[in-house]
């Protein structure tokens, strides 16, 4: 697992949550995403989709964890009340919207399997502190799957970092 820090920009996003223990539920809600995604034609080689853990499992019941699944949307998305675009979604989605404020991040980048993404999230904050950098609590990790990762079986883990501060 290697990290470097990056810069993610603010961007607009759609999303399923799902609330409830993390783990094959999460699954559902991305598969959910997806699905709504590729009917509305926002699947491509360049789509970034988000999986964000919105509570720490140690210190939430697991029955009140939120998962976020998530696609960043191009310009023009929300699309107006109005459009023939917004007319096609069904009464009944629960596609919500909304937007991921941006930063710098520690990115983690991880082998796509259900026990290597486990495993980072054992070790990301051990290599945090070694390098010197503390996390930012006041915004959330983000799981991110760029298509071309994906392809590579790969993904990777953001956490926000302060980059006001390093500790060495």
């Not at 820090?5 to 959910?32: D, F, L, S, W």
């Not at 990301?124 to 071309?148: C, K, N, T, W």
């Amino acid at each position: 697992m290697n990290m470097k820090i990056e810069t993610i920009h603010p961007c607009r996003i759609a999303y399923v949550r799902q609330t409830g223990a993390y783990g094959k539920e999460n699954i559902r809600a991305m598969e959910q995403l997806k699905q709504w995604a590729r009917d509305s034609g926002l699947m491509n080689s360049k789509t970034v989709i988000f999986g964000i853990p919105q509570d720490n499992p140690q210190t939430t019941a697991p029955e009140n964890c939120r998962y976020d699944a998530c696609i960043v949307l191009a310009e023009g998305h929300p699309p107006a009340a109005d459009s023939v675009y917004a007319k096609q979604v069904p009464a009944d989605c629960k596609v919500q919207y909304g937007e991921i404020t941006g930063g710098t991040y520690a990115v983690f980048t991880v082998n796509h399997t259900a026990e290597a993404v486990a495993q980072a999230w054992i070790e990301i904050f051990d290599l945090l502190s070694v390098s010197g950098h503390l996390p930012d609590i006041s915004r959330v990790i983000l799981e991110r799957y760029q298509a071309g990762l994906v392809a590579e079986h790969l993904c990777e883990i953001c956490v926000p970092i302060d980059s006001s501060t390093t500790v060495l």
